[in-house]
């Protein structure tokens, strides 16, 4: 059997060719790559008019919480997100989220996060919201979703980057400044 070796040697150089090769980089990353590939099985849908999570692997439904959603002002968006990443503690501040950087208004915050799943690049977390003690009863975050710290923490072991999470029932389809 006869094996032939293919060597490409590109005669182009600088911008050109950095262009090219990101313009490559970002087809390969949008097709069947290991974001997609990742997230086979895994689906959660949150329902804001239930405050009920599902999750869900390849259909079978293997955990079910309680969640909280983001305050009038602040509604967490509706859609379907994708987990971009998971931090197990992360400081959120109304400050980067562009809600204020005064501490002396009503929506500032600085806060020690844990377990948390991105699902937007603007800030919108699945986390542990210890402090709310109405999750399931009225929404309070500024468009994060809270859930207990027990299923916060569970979640994130489960999730995968790529998994795909659906929010819906929200009375938001856009996604402003969030955080907890």
Avoid: E
């Amino acid at each position: 059997m006869s094996h032939q070796r293919l060597v490409l040697r590109p005669r182009l150089r600088g911008a050109t060719r950095l262009v090219l090769v990101g313009a490559l980089a970002a087809v390969l990353t949008l097709g069947a790559g290991p974001v997609r590939a990742a997230s086979a099985g895994h689906v959660s849908t949150i329902d804001a008019a239930t405050h009920q999570m599902t999750v869900t692997d390849h259909g079978r439904t293997v955990m079910t919480f309680t969640a909280g959603f983001g305050k009038p002002g602040f509604r967490t968006p509706s859609g379907t997100f994708h987990v971009l990443g998971k931090d197990a503690v992360i400081t959120m501040t109304s400050c980067s989220a562009n809600i204020t950087c005064n501490p002396r208004n009503p929506n500032y915050y600085v806060l020690a996060v844990h377990w948390a799943v991105r699902l937007t690049g603007s800030g919108v977390f699945v986390h542990a919201a210890p402090w709310d003690h109405a999750i399931g009863r009225a929404d309070t975050s500024h468009g994060c979703i809270h859930l207990s710290t027990a299923d916060a923490h569970r979640f994130y072991d489960f999730s995968r980057t790529g998994d795909t999470v659906i929010v819906k029932n929200t009375g938001s389809l856009t996604s402003g400044p969030s955080g907890p």
